[in-house]
């Protein structure tokens, strides 16, 4: 290849971001993850502003899509914390609600680099509700985003209803899972799905969801449900499925200095992609990419700067 196949030019397209924002205390440089009883110690830490949605948010801005975030923070510093760092990332922040009567949510993340765990207090991530989004918002958007299905303890029985206006408000839909914190994986998901356009799971989390022992397999029975179907699989890319086609696309071999962000912004990149109507091998291609670029960094600073970085790490791989 000679040259990137990636457009530079600016987006015309604006997404709605609905759900999770919220602090995250990152540990990070552990030899192992801890066991029960167990303590390690970390080499670094830092504390950023995170979230599923908010990571994807931040990073489609960057991206330079039109982005509007809907959430729900805490009267407190880390919910000014997190409108102050997406409104410094070009986010539009007029959707999110400050509830004096909760705290922002927070994560802690423990990482290795290559492995990480997550114990989260929900706070006010869990709070939203179906009648906090302005149907106003819709229509004033071309796609919508919601994050961390599994968290969104308020929303998640009303979402079927959210995506129906959307769908009346011809804005295509997309939806990471997360993963369930009380490992039920309940059949409400697999309703939803018929009203998603992009379905973007980790391999985990798409075998618990379908029930399935192999990625292929869960590809197969959510490709059923959703129009496009995504399947994060870390160092060995992903397998996505879309209109009749399947596609492999392996991961970029980087070094790995923290893995913790990498799904989140390989989820804007291939949000970005879909909005373009590229096709899936290169859409995979550009969303691995992402993901590639921040397991380079550590913490916050793996949210790209924007298309033209994306692009000189693909001409970086394919001049040659």
């Known amino acids: 290849m000679n040259s990137s196949p990636f457009s530079s030019q600016r987006s015309v397209y604006r997404v709605l971001t609905v759900g999770d924002v919220n602090a995250d205390l990152i540990l990070t440089g552990l030899s192992t993850l801890p066991q029960s009883e167990q303590e390690v110690l970390a080499t670094d830490f830092e504390v950023v502003i995170g979230g599923q949605t908010g990571t994807i948010a931040r990073t489609l801005s960057k991206l330079g899509v039109n982005v509007t975030f809907v959430g729900k923070v805490g009267a407190d510093t880390y919910g000014r914390k997190a409108i102050e760092q997406l409104k410094q990332d070009g986010v539009n922040p007029t959707g999110i609600i400050v509830d004096p009567g909760a705290k922002t949510g927070i994560t802690v993340v423990l990482s290795t680099g290559s492995e990480r765990s997550f114990a989260t207090f929900l706070g006010s991530i869990g709070e939203l509700r179906r009648s906090d989004i302005d149907g106003k918002l819709l229509r004033g958007n071309n796609h919508i985003h919601v994050g961390s299905y599994y968290l969104q303890k308020s929303l998640r029985p009303e979402l079927m209803d959210l995506f129906r206006e959307a769908k009346k408000s011809n804005l295509t839909t997309s939806l990471d899972p997360g993963w369930d914190p009380v490992n039920e994986w309940g059949d409400d998901l697999l309703d939803v799905l018929s009203l998603v356009d992009v379905f973007l799971p980790n ?88 993901g590639a670029i921040a397991i380079t960094k550590a913490g916050s600073a793996g949210i790209i700067s924007g298309v033209q970085e994306v692009e000189s790490f693909l001409a970086s791989r394919f001049d040659r």
């Open 203 to 290: 391999e985990a989390e798409a075998l618990a969801i379908s029930q399935t022992d192999t990625p292929d397999e869960a590809l197969r029975v959510l490709s059923e449900l959703a129009r496009a179907v995504v399947i994060k699989q870390g160092a060995k890319g992903c397998i996505a499925r879309y209109k009749n086609k399947t596609c492999r696309c392996p991961a970029f071999d980087v070094p790995i200095v923290d893995v913790t962000s990498a799904g989140d912004i390989f989820n804007a990149g291939f949000i970005y992609a879909f909005l373009h109507k590229w096709d899936l091998d290169k859409a995979t291609q550009f969303a691995n990419a992402c």
